[in-house]
């Protein structure tokens, strides 16, 4: 499985040649997708430089993304909106993600969303089942210590999961938390790992990234296995 988001699709710097090589990679491994917002930029309404300097025009970007959609819905498991995918909401009334993906039966949620795979068999011939909790992401995330904070208290309001997926802050990342649960069925005491991670955007080294003395960006992408046979993920940069 390969979470993937913030491809800024218009915006002028977007390495399209990455998000290709991306959906490659999911294809080739027979992979499943979860989106993670920002597929569109949509530049700021007020500023006429940005609407003037887009890579792509909008209406060009929908009819790209929407074919994209079609190509993909059997593979994608869920789409979160992003703040760049909520501007047009705001200032229009239009959620043009979530109409894209409602067209096409691709569950879509806005704020933050819970998902649950079974797979396989296990020990007791039941499926394996696995919970994630996904959402875009917020805050500027300048420092490493400012995207490990966002990526931990986004998983700090969820109970019971194994791993949170997110955007926005453009950088490929895997943290672990553990956690201690109290189980009263056979009153003991159990160590949950929860696996934090956030993925890469496709912008190359854009201006404001320049200016605003950001590092320069790192396209690689997290990969998730999920076992059938026992509870366990294995999950790597590539």
């Known amino acids: 499985m390969f979470p993937l988001g913030d491809f800024h699709f218009e915006e002028p710097s977007t390495r399209h040649e990455i998000i290709s090589s991306w959906l490659e990679t999911v294809e080739r491994e027979n992979g499943y997708i979860i989106f993670l917002g920002d597929l569109f930029d949509i530049a700021f309404f007020e500023d006429i430089s940005a609407q003037q300097e887009v890579g792509l025009p909008l209406t060009s970007a929908v009819k790209t993304m929407a074919k994209f959609l079609d190509r993909y819905k059997d593979r994608i498991v869920a789409v979160v909106e992003g703040n760049h ?3 047009i909401r705001k200032r229009v009334g239009l959620d ?43 805050g500027g995330g300048r420092t490493k210590g400012a995207k490990a904070q966002m990526r931990f208290w986004i998983a700090s309001v969820w109970e019971q999961i ?17 956690r201690l ?12 790992e929860i696996l934090l991670i956030s993925v890469p955007g496709a912008l190359g080294y854009a201006e404001y990234a320049q200016k ?8 690689r992408l997290p990969a998730l296995t999920l076992s059938g046979r026992e509870k366990h993920i294995e999950v790597s940069l590539i």
């Not at 043009?96 to 797979?119: D, F």
């Not at 605003?212 to 396209?219: A, F, G, L, R, T």
């Open 85 to 87: 995918d909520q501007r």
């Open 96 to 138: 043009l993600l979530g109409v894209l993906c409602e067209e096409r039966g691709i569950p879509y949620a806005r704020g933050q969303a819970g998902i649950i795979i079974r797979l396989g068999k296990g020990r007791n011939q039941k499926a394996v089942s696995y919970s994630f909790a996904i959402t875009h992401g917020f």
């Open 162 to 178: 194994d791993a949170v997926l997110v955007g926005h802050i453009h950088e490929p990342a895997i943290d672990m938390w553990t």
């Open 181 to 192: 649960e109290i189980d009263p069925r056979n009153e003991v005491i159990r160590t949950r």
């Open 212 to 219: 605003k003395s950001y590092p320069p960006p790192s396209y």
